[in-house]
């Protein structure tokens, strides 16, 4: 008997000695210290995605045949621990039934949160950092480049009325919110990670449970702005040739040349369709986030996306997975709306001589409106002719 | 600048009652949390 033991031994030994690779992926781990159970390396080598070898875990099942008397300690529940019921049912070795009753109780375990939470905290945050501190350096650049727009001959002291107060409204709900909701995420996101270190955990508990509360409630706001601003300028915002002329001059950006253009110019309605179409992608993922497991959109956008391109994205998603990939999507659009924003920012305030009057009060200089939206003009005066208001 | 100061309060006003509201049409956060424990049969 001891012959075989140690015969066993020099074998498994020699194992070692001939495949050092093989020795090196799935390490002999010591696990007396935490009485069988998995041991802090086997958690550092899983989140390193490295493979672990952990049929200590999924052979860990409990046997009822072994179970202690129904009357002594540990044996009322027939010698299966909490701990090894939940091992069968990450393995999928028992069928269990729960008296959880809600949305997604019958998802007890999902391998997701951890994939979730690292793209979430790595490229996520990463990357979207970055392009918003990259594109504010590359507004900064083409300021000092390019300078302010100023008007041509200077203001002509007279003004147009370029939006009524309804409108104005409308835009400023929707900016307001827009940007509380971006400061809000930002810190939703990024706090652990930059503002933990500053402030502290308490004083960030605070902030982050604050920031939570408005980004949750006033993103209400941001969808009523959403909806005023579409209902009031859609019509306007329709694209035509000459918005394709307006693309073509670049603006008039770098050649200082005006091009012609009507209430809204093409950069103008570029924005405008990007806000529209962002804005309803983030509020429709924002909206299955404020109603968890009750609006799962990504299975069925999967299923159609795979109908038309025939790929293969998943489409038989657990109800956290929906969850996951709405956070995620939620971030991504978020990032491209703040970049677009950004931008939109930037020429209605410093980089264009009287732009910010349009929304500031409403009223335009018209030499500023003739050289910007000349046909808008012409078409406002002529109606003024004609005794109607613009 | 007054409709943008009272498009401000507006977002805020609307934040503030929107739980309220969505309380009233019988949603509130607390129920959809899960059950601190599960108890498995």
Redesign the interface.
């Known amino acids: 008997m001891n012959y075989k033991i140690l015969g066993a031994a020099v074998l498994a030994l020699a194992a070692l000695l001939v495949t050092p690779v093989w020795a090196q992926e799935t390490p002999t781990v010591d696990r007396t210290s935490t009485g069988g159970a998995q041991t802090l390396e086997d958690i550092l080598r899983r989140q390193k995605q490295l493979e672990v070898n952990d049929s200590f875990r999924s052979e860990n099942t409990g046997n009822p045949e072994e179970a202690p008397p129904i009357a002594a300690p540990l044996g009322t529940r027939g010698g299966v621990s ?1 701990s090894e ?1 939940w091992r069968a049912i990450r393995y999928n070795k028992i069928d ?5 009753r ?2 997604a ?1 019958d998802v ?1 375990i999902q391998d997701g949160g951890m994939p979730w939470y690292k793209l979430r905290e790595g490229p996520i945050l990463t990357y979207g950092g970055l392009a918003l501190l990259g594109f504010i350096a590359l507004l900064a650049v083409f300021y000092f480049v390019r300078g302010r727009i100023r008007i041509e001959g200077g203001p002509a002291g007279t003004t147009i009325e370029r939006f009524k ?1 309804v409108e ?6 929707l ?3 827009f940007i ?1 909701l971006a400061l809000t995420g930002l810190i939703t996101l990024m706090g652990r990670s930059f503002l933990i270190p500053v402030l502290g955990p308490e004083a960030f508990a605070t902030l982050a449970a604050g920031s939570k509360w ?1 980004h ?7 969808m ?2 959403l909806i005023m601003t579409f209902v009031m300028w859609v019509a306007h915002n329709i694209p035509d040739k000459l918005d394709w002329q307006w693309l073509k001059a670049g603006g008039g950006i770098f050649t200082k040349s005006h091009p012609s253009a009507k209430k809204f110019n093409a950069g103008q309605k570029i924005v405008f369709w990007t806000v529209m179409i962002l804005g309803v992608s983030v509020s429709l993922s924002g909206l299955s986030l404020l ?3 009750q609006m799962p959109m990504f299975a069925d956008t999967f299923g159609v996306i795979n109908g038309v391109l025939g790929t293969s994205l998943p489409t038989d998603l657990a109800p956290h997975e929906e969850m996951q990939y709405a956070n995620i999507w939620h971030s991504i659009v978020a990032f491209a709306m703040m970049v677009a924003i950004i931008a939109h920012i930037y020429i209605g305030t410093v980089g264009m001589e009287g732009a910010f009057d349009a ?4 009223k335009v200089d018209v030499e500023w409106a003739r050289q910007h939206h000349d046909l808008w003009v012409a078409e406002v005066e002529a109606k003024q002719g004609k005794g109607e208001s613009s | 600048m007054r409709v943008m100061i009272s498009a401000f309060v507006a977002a805020l006003v609307i934040a503030a009652l929107a739980p309220v509201v969505l309380n009233q049409f019988g949603w509130s956060a607390a129920e959809q949390t899960s059950a601190e424990s599960v108890r498995l049969d």
């Not at chain 1, 929304?359 to 409403?362: A, D, L, S, T, V």
């Open positions: 909490d019921s269990p039934s729960t008296q959880v809600g949305p109780a007890l107060a104005r409204f409308g835009h400023w709900l900016a307001g919110s509380a408005l949750n409630n006033v993103a209400w706001a941001f009523l702005g109603f968890p497991f929304m500031g009060n409403g």
